[in-house]
């Protein structure tokens, strides 16, 4: 617990962990990738409970399209990292951060190294072998399946209280009495 609390700074990969790792590709070459709403849920409510916390995108790949949902989303991009283990420590040094303030989700053995220089790590479920066997938890959702989430609502159910984290939902959806009541599935209000 204590090592969930210390981290300010979220690092994740991207193909195989904010998605499944698949790449739809179309007659004209152009390329698609499919983005879980609730990772951006997470990484959002993570940037608003304040405190200095910020999440950035590490890939090896070069794309508008991890560029735009950055953009949506309010993240930095480190793009074409081919060394993702000596990108984070200069982020750290850039930041003045020690290792323990930084958590890494990662799926492949490309993320390894990152994994080892920061203080906490994830995986996906579906990670790789040697990834799972490295990963300071392991996450019960798949890559592109919301597990950067789950990683969100684990470090801010470490970092907040209760009371925070309601009053950070609010902040995104209003009082509680604002919120219509729970209804059957299928029912219409």
């Excluded at 790449?23 to 304040?50: Q, T």
């Excluded at 995986?123 to 959702?141: F, G, K, N, Y």
Aim: hydrophobic share 40%; proline share 6%.
């Amino acid at each position: 617990m204590a090592r969930l609390a210390q981290v300010r700074l979220v690092v994740t990969d991207v193909d195989g962990t904010l998605t499944d790792g698949g790449v739809y590709v179309g007659p004209g070459g152009e390329a698609l990738k499919k983005f879980s709403l609730r990772d951006g849920m997470g990484i959002d409510l993570w940037r608003r409970a304040g405190g200095g916390r910020e999440t950035v995108f590490c890939t090896r790949e070069r794309s508008e399209i991890v560029s735009a949902r950055a953009a949506k989303l309010q993240v930095e991009v480190w793009a074409g990292a081919t060394d993702k283990a000596a990108v984070l420590r200069a982020a750290l040094r850039a930041r003045n951060l020690p290792p323990e303030a930084a958590a890494y989700v990662g799926d492949d053995v490309n993320d390894l190294g990152a994994m080892g220089v920061a203080g906490l790590s994830f995986c996906p479920s579906d990670a790789a072998p040697p990834v799972r066997e490295s990963a300071t938890v392991i996450l019960s959702r798949r890559g592109g399946d919301s597990c950067v989430r789950q990683a969100m609502d684990l470090l801010l159910a470490c970092q907040l209280t209760r009371e925070q984290y309601h009053a950070l939902v609010a902040s995104l959806t209003g009082p509680p009495g604002a919120r219509s009541a729970p209804r059957e599935p299928g029912s219409i209000p």
